[in-house]
């Protein structure tokens, strides 16, 4: 995979990683506080998380994959 965003997006991808993974550890715990919509609740949370982590690593690696699919973003 080579490289195809700059320290822009990079920053930008790692921000918002670690924005959603802290979302979806947030979802995560209240699923088991609150016991009613658990299902709900802990399904968001680890769709946020595993979509954080991606995110990170996408910043990590300089490499966006809706840019590798040939499409154009602004960041």
């Known amino acids: 995979m080579e490289c195809n965003?700059?320290?822009r997006g990079k920053?930008?991808?790692l921000i918002s990683g670690i924005l959603?993974?802290?979302v979806g550890i947030v979802l995560g715990v209240l699923?088991?506080?609150v016991h009613s919509g658990f299902w709900y609740l802990l399904t968001?949370?680890?769709t946020l998380l595993a979509?954080?982590?991606?995110q990170i690593y996408e910043a990590r690696?300089?490499?966006c994959a809706i840019r590798a699919m040939?499409?154009?973003t602004p960041v």
């Open 5 to 7: 965003i700059d320290a």
């Open 11 to 13: 920053r930008f991808r």
């Open 20 to 22: 959603c993974s802290v």
């Open 31 to 33: 699923a088991f506080v």
């Open 44 to 46: 968001g949370g680890a």
């Open 51 to 54: 979509l954080g982590i991606f």
């Open 61 to 63: 690696s300089g490499w």
């Open 70 to 72: 040939g499409f154009k």
